[in-house]
């Protein structure tokens, strides 16, 4: 009996240290480091983070379905709609003004986000600090 009650409060402490690091691994905080913007007749040029006024820094919490800024000088913040976890990344779509998706590598800490709007592309490059 004393094996079964030990196992089952094992099993309990480690699932509820399991989900709390799952609940603090959604979290990431990323910098946004180069941007190209794309039209049909001009193709693509680049474009500084601060030119496309994003902000440099931002925390994007899984959870919650949130980005926010973390610079001082621009304070955009965004909803997330969706969240998916294909193989090994993490997909996140919104729109705000532009449809946009955004890719997280779960291993790489890589971040690519690209909008498209009226005749316009944006693609936004960056990395995070994975949990």
Same mark, same amino acid.
């Given at each position: 009996?004393?094996? @079964?009650?030990?196992?089952?409060? #094992?099993?309990?402490?480690?699932?509820?240290?399991? +989900?709390?690091?799952?609940? /603090?691994?959604?979290?990431?905080?990323?910098? +946004?480091?180069?941007?190209? =913007?794309?039209? *049909?007749? =001009?193709?693509?040029?680049?474009?500084?983070?601060?030119?496309?006024?994003? *902000?440099? #820094?931002?925390?994007?919490?899984?959870?919650?379905?949130?980005?926010?800024?973390?610079?001082?000088? !621009?304070?955009?913040?965004?909803?997330?709609?969706?969240?998916?976890? *294909?193989?090994? +990344? !993490?997909?996140?779509?919104?729109?705000?003004?532009?449809?946009?998706?955004?890719? +997280?590598? =779960?291993?790489?800490?890589?971040?690519?986000?690209?909008?498209?709007? /009226?005749? =316009?592309?944006?693609? @936004?490059?960056?990395?995070?600090?994975? *949990?």
């Amino acid at each position: 009996m004393k094996r @079964v009650t030990f196992f089952i409060v #094992f099993i309990t402490i480690f699932t509820g240290v399991s +989900l709390a690091m799952a609940a /603090d691994g959604d979290i990431r905080t990323c910098a +946004l480091t180069k941007g190209l =913007e794309c039209l *049909p007749d =001009e193709g693509c040029s680049d474009w500084t983070i601060q030119e496309m006024g994003l *902000p440099r #820094f931002v925390r994007i919490d899984l959870n919650a379905k949130t980005i926010t800024s973390l610079d001082k000088e !621009v304070t955009r913040n965004s909803k997330i709609a969706s969240v998916e976890r *294909p193989d090994g +990344l !993490v997909v996140l779509h919104g729109t705000e003004q532009r449809g946009w998706s955004m890719t +997280l590598g =779960e291993d790489s800490g890589a971040l690519t986000l690209t909008a498209a709007g /009226d005749n =316009e592309g944006f693609i @936004v490059f960056g990395s995070c600090m994975n *949990p």
